[in-house]
């Protein structure tokens, strides 16, 4: 993370990671331990705890046991296809094809990780005063940070373990499984009592870019609201997002994942990454920890199957996971969308026009295009240590092209079709795509809209879900309403926490 190296040591004397809502924290090796109770008392000693919530959510969407959110997210949906071979990362492999099991290492990986997270936010809602400004807000942020944790795992799993203090003794550690409906109250309790101490984006220093602003939560707020169908509520604080005046979009679209456009002004959140390291084969913390980001070079195309040695593109061949689908490039061709289409995705033809060789088009999970959004760029790594291991690439978890569409939506459901029109037509019109008119079929217009705006960010699939069209849009690729709406709650945690068990498991697992 793009933070300075002396909060990261400040950080790893201080605070204790835990594993999950079970025992299973005390097989989790600490990575350091409050030193005294007179720790957290500065500026300084919170401002590396909080560093220290980023730098565990750093490690969750991106780490060398390859257990990434961002691709366990974005798996499910119809324009991701797991890539590689077929026997290659069969976790991957396996939720891409609906063939999940309970003790799906990717899943369990992820599902521990976020409550890494959540465990060092508790910490610093614990034992911070709060009793200044400055103590105040970041008290504020670790809130919103739990929050941001607490989405991701509602919507990826629906009611789980609400650990909001930190247990204490064995006996604490296990919790019973909390309704959705809990988490969300909770998501909402946290961003609501966070939004008034958080500061604008703008009020950040440029180092400080990295952290949860006002405005990214309530944008969260607004999901959390969205996601429950309470679309007045959602409705609001998309405004209160929009009227900020703190973010546009990106006039051009491809830009929007360039290094330059890096907390730019159509982000407002993601998780950084740097080459600072110039890590090597030798060096490299395989097990996690790292500082790149080495998703991007797992998820490039693959050297077996595109032959970039002659191609004009400045492109360096990955590791192959996360193909594109034949949908997603069809949808693009089907919208005249040459714009985003042309900074999402590559077809075959377009690709050899480049110089490019289609070395096997029977390759597994090749559908005719190659992706290039987050595609290894050789302008986001460095020629100091290794390149495919010093990528920089950072992934947008939230921005304002999406903050834009969940308005639309919102309104629309809201009865409000002028402004969810006025909304939706922004991003067209950076597409350079005729206006919606309140003659179409705006939903329908929504969810194309958020078909190609957002492809390969993870919400495709959770979309789906939520509008109760998986079935109809994912039913050919072996998705079943009864089962797959949801992950399973990971098998070890069913074993080890003695508030649940197999009646506690998500339907159809």
Known sequence: MKFSKRYKIIFVISLAFMGSCSKDFLDVPPTGRLTSESYLKTNEEVKAAIVGVYNSMQTNFSNGSWTSEFFVKNLPGDDCLAGSSEGDQPGYQNIDDFAIQTDNAKILGVWTNIYKSISSANTIIDKVPGDTPAMKSMVAEAKALRAFNYL???????????MTTNPTDEAQYSLPRSTAEEVYAQIEKDLTEAIPDLPLKSEYSEADRYRMSKGAAQAFLGKAYLYQKKYSDA?????????????ALEPNFADVWSKST????ESLFEISYTSKESYDWGNFPWGGGNESNIEVQLQGPRGDLFDLSNSSLNIL???????????????????HDSIRGAATVMSAADFEATGGVIKDPNAHDYG?????KYVTRA???????????NYTTNWRLMRYADVLLMAAEA??????DAQALVELNKVRERAK???????????AAIVKERQLELAFEGSRFWDLVRWGMADQELGSLGYKSATNGLFPIPQNEIIANKAMDKSNQNPGY
């Open 152 to 162: 991701e795992l509602v919507i990826m799993f629906g009611g789980v373990p609400l």
């Open 235 to 247: 409705a609001a604080q998309f405004a209160a997002v929009i009227s900020s005046n703190e973010y």
């Open 262 to 265: 890096e907390f730019g002004q």
């Open 317 to 335: 061949n990955g590791w192959g996971f996360n193909m594109p689908s034949a949908k997603i490039g069809k949808a693009f061709e089907d919208a």
């Open 368 to 372: 005719g295009y190659m992706r290039m």
């Open 379 to 389: 302008s986001q790594t460095s020629s100091q240590g290794i390149p495919e291991l």
């Open 411 to 416: 309104y629309h459901f809201s009865d409000n």
């Open 433 to 443: 795509l005729d206006d919606i008119k309140a003659s179409d079929d705006i939903f």
